[in-house]
């Protein structure tokens, strides 16, 4: 059984699926320095309600949801292997647009953050089609490039939403030289800087897909681990094996089959 075999056939074992990733119902919108100061803007939660994380397949936060299990089962999965190898900052990334990453990190890191031992930072780092807020439709005043271009304090680029333990920075305005500004002097001490301040804290990155642009290879050495997302039904097989050969020199701890219900 080769590679790929092996990832699809662990991903079913694991039934670590869920629903294809929907369309958003929202449209979207250097040097280091010194250490930044973390401090959360809250956001209205009245912006985030139920009828808006059903239509955008946002359920780790439910209880008595055959859904939200299955979350709860990659979260047991995912920290087992963190933990066990002191892995603090988890890339989630995928072949192609489409295939369900952005909803997979959402919901992995809002069931983390319900381990009581447990806070979650999740990151936008798709600087060219940044979405990851729209999955909570909520508009981000400010976000990670104004941090990085812009000198914009960091805490006003953070966001509170309403589940407890979470915080996100959203992307900001779109970039097209985004691999030139992520293997930057300051991006990549922020990187450093957001994986050691808490003890507690994993930080999640949604990442571009791996076959569409270089952002992910440019930024993978800031990371401990990466996550695949894959489609079932959708995803080619060869397009499964250019991303795992991209990401041989990663820590790669498995895959997440999705849509396959």
């Given at each position: 059984?080769?590679?790929?075999?092996?990832?699809?056939?662990?991903?079913?074992?694991?039934?670590?699926?869920?629903?294809?990733?929907?369309?958003?119902?929202?449209?979207?919108?250097?040097?280091?320095?010194?250490?930044?100061?973390?401090?959360?803007?809250?956001?209205?939660?009245?912006?985030?309600?139920?009828?808006?994380?059903?239509?955008?397949?946002?359920?780790?936060?439910?209880?008595?949801?055959?859904?939200?299990?299955?979350?709860?089962?990659?979260?047991?999965?995912?920290?087992?292997?963190?933990?066990?190898?002191?892995?603090?900052?988890?890339?989630?990334?995928?072949?192609?647009?489409?295939?369900?990453?952005?909803?997979?990190?959402?919901?992995?890191?809002?069931?983390?953050?319900?381990?009581?031992?447990?806070?979650?930072?999740?990151?936008?780092?798709?600087?060219?089609?940044?979405?990851?807020?729209?999955?909570?439709?909520?508009?981000?005043?400010?976000?990670?490039?104004?941090?990085?271009?812009?000198?914009?304090?960091?805490?006003?680029?953070?966001?509170?939403?309403?589940?407890?333990?979470?915080?996100?920075?959203?992307?900001?305005?779109?970039?097209?030289?985004?691999?030139?500004?992520?293997?930057?002097?300051?991006?990549?001490?922020?990187?450093?800087?957001?994986?050691?301040?808490?003890?507690?804290?994993?930080?999640?990155?949604?990442?571009?897909?791996?076959?569409?642009?270089?952002?992910?290879?440019?930024?993978?050495?800031?990371?401990?681990?990466?996550?695949?997302?894959?489609?079932?039904?959708?995803?080619?097989?060869?397009?499964?094996?250019r991303s795992l050969a991209t990401l041989a020199g990663a820590n790669v701890i498995g895959?997440?089959l999705n849509d396959c219900w």
């Amino acid at each position: 059984m080769d590679r790929l075999e092996k990832a699809l056939e662990k991903s079913r074992q694991l039934r670590t699926t869920m629903a294809p990733r929907p369309t958003p119902n929202s449209g979207a919108s250097a040097a280091g320095g010194s250490a930044p100061t973390f401090v959360s803007s809250a956001f209205d939660s009245a912006l985030v309600n139920d009828a808006q994380m059903e239509q955008n397949r946002i359920v780790a936060h439910r209880t008595r949801s055959a859904e939200a299990d299955v979350y709860r089962q990659l979260r047991t999965h995912v920290l087992q292997i963190m933990n066990k190898s002191g892995f603090k900052t988890l890339a989630i990334t995928s072949p192609r647009y489409g295939d369900g990453k952005t909803t997979v990190a959402l919901n992995l890191g809002i069931s983390i953050a319900l381990d009581l031992k447990q806070t979650v930072l999740l990151v936008d780092l798709d600087l060219r089609k940044p979405d990851l807020h729209q999955y909570l439709g909520v508009k981000p005043q400010a976000g990670l490039t104004d941090y990085l271009l812009h000198d914009t304090p960091l805490h006003e680029c953070l966001m509170r939403p309403p589940f407890e333990r979470v915080n996100i920075l959203p992307s900001g305005s779109r970039l097209d030289n985004s691999s030139e500004i992520l293997g930057s002097p300051k991006m990549i001490a922020l990187s450093s800087e957001l994986k050691s301040r808490y003890p507690d804290r994993l930080v999640i990155y949604d990442m571009p897909p791996i076959l569409a642009q270089d952002d992910p290879i440019a930024f993978l050495p800031q990371v401990d681990a990466v996550l695949v997302v894959v489609r079932d039904g959708v995803t080619r097989a060869e397009d499964l094996k250019r991303s795992l050969a991209t990401l041989a020199g990663a820590n790669v701890i498995g895959t997440v089959l999705n849509d396959c219900w």
